[in-house]
């Protein structure tokens, strides 16, 4: 198995502790019968360092949606607390909070 996949996977882990739920979905299809409340996540850019020819530091940034029918669920906030998460942006749709992050792993 690749690093990048068991990184992924670690990552999946923490979320599904996090969520107390199988709920967490990485990229799933859009025919995908999604339950709620949810987190899904995908991958959307990569930081490098590079010193002495070689790369020293990687993470991948993942974007992280929080998806609740409760305004005040307190899911976002312990996605909030993740070491290198920030919060990008809060909307409604179809009845459903959602609550974006990025966070680095």
Do not use: W
């Amino acid at each position: 198995m690749s690093r990048r996949r068991n990184r992924r996977i670690q990552f999946h882990e923490i979320l599904v502790s996090l969520l107390g739920s199988e709920n967490v979905y990485f990229q799933p299809p859009s025919t995908m019968k999604i339950k709620y409340p949810c987190i899904i996540y995908n991958r959307n850019t990569e930081f490098m360092r590079h010193a002495d020819d070689g790369r020293y530091a990687d993470r991948t940034c993942y974007m992280v949606y929080v998806i609740d029918p409760d305004p005040d669920s307190d899911i976002p906030e312990k996605v909030g607390y993740l070491p290198l998460a920030s919060f990008d942006k809060h909307y409604t749709a179809e009845n459903l909070n959602h609550d974006v992050y990025s966070v680095y792993y």
